[in-house]
């Protein structure tokens, strides 16, 4: 009997409960889906000549979209016969991404990862046959999460592929089904970044340019943004939760201080007209990401506040203002926010 799509996401996270921490604590295949298909339960994406489209594509201008659900945003920029995508969503969902992608008109000649984590990393072996950059802290990160999904496929892809299939999906379904055939013959190298940068680096693609800059930890240690000039828009990857609160992935060299000071980096480049994509959450502007600056601010200043008036760590993680209470995920990640910025703070 098919599963609902509310009871494979139920599924996908209840199977992540049991599971070792890996980049965002996702290591099985998809788990980062389960929210996105809860969310969006009963949405459908776009037919684009004659197939259903499993992502929801966003269309930012002519040459750049961005694919929304199944793990971070990703995005599409289309150039003078090649294309690139930025980041690749979870393990299972590479080759759907990059057909999608492809069904815009023009070849993808090029993948960017943001980061390691498995939502914004896992696909990476639908983009296999071509380069792949990412900084070089991102390398045994990556290696790491796409042994645990490789692990577990056998188990989790035929699942999935049952519930594409369920779904009308059928072209989804088949990617996932080639991706099964092709298991054993896949390594975590069909994960890693081909091509790896320290600061800066700068590719072109079709005509038009990507700018990927590493400014300091933040998100983990390994977060690059990419800037695309000629279109005015920035990917900034998870270095911004848009609408919700933000994952400090202390276990990967995250730090609030140092996210604050690629925030001011990504502000730098951006005017009124700038399109930001967030890692998570819906495309804003420069005011947007700008709220993520000031959510660490009211952090920092949250915690000296209570430092300076003698609170213990255990007091401090218990602090929830309304507003702060408010967003999502806040049972999970206020809390633990607190308490990271207390410890950058104190020095602990």
């Not at 896992?122 to 796409?146: K, M, Q, S, W, Y």
């Not at 502007?285 to 959510?295: F, H, I, N, T, V």
Request: charge should be negative; charged fraction near 25%; include cysteine.
């Amino acid at each position: 009997m098919p599963v609902s799509r509310r009871d494979f996401a139920t599924l996908l996270a209840r199977t992540a409960a049991t599971l070792p921490a890996v980049g965002l604590a996702l290591p099985a295949s998809l788990q980062a889906l389960a929210p996105d298909v809860a969310e969006r339960e009963a949405a459908r994406g776009p037919t684009l000549r004659g197939q259903a489209m499993f992502f929801e594509w966003e269309r930012v201008s002519d040459r750049v979209r961005v694919a929304v659900g199944g793990g971070g945003n990703a995005v599409l920029y289309r150039g003078d016969g090649e294309a690139a995508v930025t980041d690749g969503k979870n393990f299972g969902l590479g080759r759907i991404l990059r057909r999608e992608a492809e069904a815009f008109g023009v070849p993808v000649g090029l993948l960017v990862n943001t980061h390691h984590h498995g939502d914004h990393s896992g696909g990476n072996e639908g983009f296999r046959d071509l380069p792949r950059r990412a900084h070089a802290h991102t390398v045994p990160r990556i290696r790491a999460t796409a042994e645990a999904n490789l692990a577990r496929a056998a188990e989790a892809l035929p699942e999935l592929r049952e519930e594409l299939a369920a779904q009308g999906q059928p072209a989804a379904a088949a990617d996932v089904e080639g991706l099964l055939d092709a298991l054993e013959g896949l390594t975590p190298d069909d994960f890693l970044p081909t091509d790896t940068f320290d600061r800066e680096s700068q590719v072109e693609v079709g005509g038009g340019s990507l700018e990927l800059r590493w400014v300091s930890r933040g998100h983990t240690d390994g977060d690059n943004f990419i800037f695309l000039p000629q279109e005015n828009v920035l990917h900034t990857g998870d270095l911004f939760f848009h609408g919700r609160h933000p994952y400090v992935d202390d276990g990967a060299g995250a730090t609030p201080a140092g996210w604050i000071r690629c925030l001011d980096a990504m502000l730098a480049l951006c005017n009124a007209d700038t399109v930001v994509v967030p890692g998570h959450g819906a495309l804003t502007d420069r005011e947007g990401l700008a709220g993520q600056r000031a959510y660490f601010e009211r952090l920092q200043a949250m915690v000296e506040e209570a430092v300076h008036e003698g609170r213990s760590r255990d007091e401090v993680t218990a602090l929830a203002p309304d507003d702060l209470a408010a967003l999502p995920g806040a049972e999970r990640h206020l809390p633990r926010n607190l308490g990271i910025v207390y410890d950058e703070v104190t020095g602990a």
